[in-house]
């Protein structure tokens, strides 16, 4: 099993991130490297914290950890450097700003997901104190059944005397 250098790795995964975009099919039968392998790089490439999407798809189309990986590595980047890091990964600021807008309002939207969250809770255990006494007095029905088809076994019926 041949043994690769980390800059090779780099550079291997480099070509499946924006802008080139390759596909790992793409990219395994032009190097000769095996899918699993490439894979297994871009897992790793993506923990370190590159933004490499689970998908060599267009941008909007990336999933959640790329698109905040993405927000986070531009927050701090005056406007030319935003533009560059946007040409290297097939990107633009507009996308970039609606994706920390996104991220933004779903924290502001967790407090009115709170409220519907208790309320949802609140009827839950309501629910719940219900079928519990549903459950007792079925419970106590079966009991009692029970026990009248016992004293039936014993003493008889009426009828009988």
């Known amino acids: 099993m041949p ?3 980390a800059e090779f790795k780099e550079q ?3 070509k499946l991130m924006p802008p080139h975009n390759q596909t790992v099919a793409a990219l395994s039968r032009e190097t000769g ?29 990336w ?13 701090a980047m005056n ?23 996104a991220f ?9 997901n709170k409220a519907e969250l208790s309320a949802e809770r609140k009827k839950s255990r309501a629910l719940e104190k219900e079928l519990h006494r549903k459950e007792k007095a079925l419970a106590e029905a079966a009991a009692l059944l ?5 004293a039936q076994a014993i003493w008889g019926t009426n009828e009988d005397d």
């Open 104 to 112: 933004e309002s779903t924290d502001m939207g967790a407090s009115a």
């Open 33 to 61: 490297i095996s899918e699993a392998s490439l894979y297994n790089w871009k897992k790793q490439f993506r923990a370190k914290g590159f933004v490499v999407p689970k998908k060599s798809t267009h941008a909007d189309q």
């Open 146 to 150: 029970t026990l009248s088809k016992k």
């Open 12 to 14: 291997v995964v480099r």
């Open 79 to 101: 406007e030319a450097e935003r533009s560059q890091y946007c040409r290297e990964h097939g990107l633009y600021p507009e996308q970039i700003d609606a994706w920390r807008d």
């Open 3 to 5: 043994s690769y250098s």
């Open 63 to 75: 999933d959640a950890k790329a698109k905040l990986a993405a927000v986070i590595q531009t927050a």
